[in-house]
């Protein structure tokens, strides 16, 4: 599957409006587009692995990062997000549960909650 045109654009509109801006004003919104750039990477990604079997290291390798840093990003991910372990990262392991669940028409589990303590102001 593309991925999402109206993100992509959304990243376009971004760009061009930081084009002729100062470098101070250009930061707000190049930055906005790295981070949704990212995400989409991420994305693209989880489910590059899913559907169409690429391993982990293969897209690793295609977005210009190393196999270790991908399994974090996999995690942040709507795709593979529930199937991260405990460390925060998403595994081989984790990849052929979701391909399994996603041949037998299932959905994908929900991330675990994450527990933030409070601080005291």
């Avoid at 977005?63 to 991910?77: D, H, I, M």
């Avoid at 081989?92 to 527990?115: I, Q, S, W």
Wanted: proline share 7%.
């Amino acid at each position: 599957m593309p991925p999402e045109r109206s993100t992509l654009d959304r990243i376009r509109e971004l760009v061009t409006a930081a084009d002729g801006e100062s470098d101070s004003a250009a930061l707000i919104p190049l930055r906005e587009a790295a981070e949704q750039l990212s995400a989409l990477i991420d994305e693209t990604m989880a489910r590059a692995v899913v559907d169409d079997r690429a391993s982990i290291r293969a897209v690793g390798a295609s977005a210009g990062l190393t196999e270790n840093a991908v399994g974090p990003r996999l995690a942040r991910t709507r795709t593979l997000g529930g199937y991260a372990n405990d460390a925060g990262r998403v595994t081989a392991a984790g990849v052929e549960r979701a391909r399994y669940d996603r041949e037998r028409g299932e959905p994908a589990p929900a991330p675990p909650l994450k527990f933030t303590a409070r601080r005291r102001s």
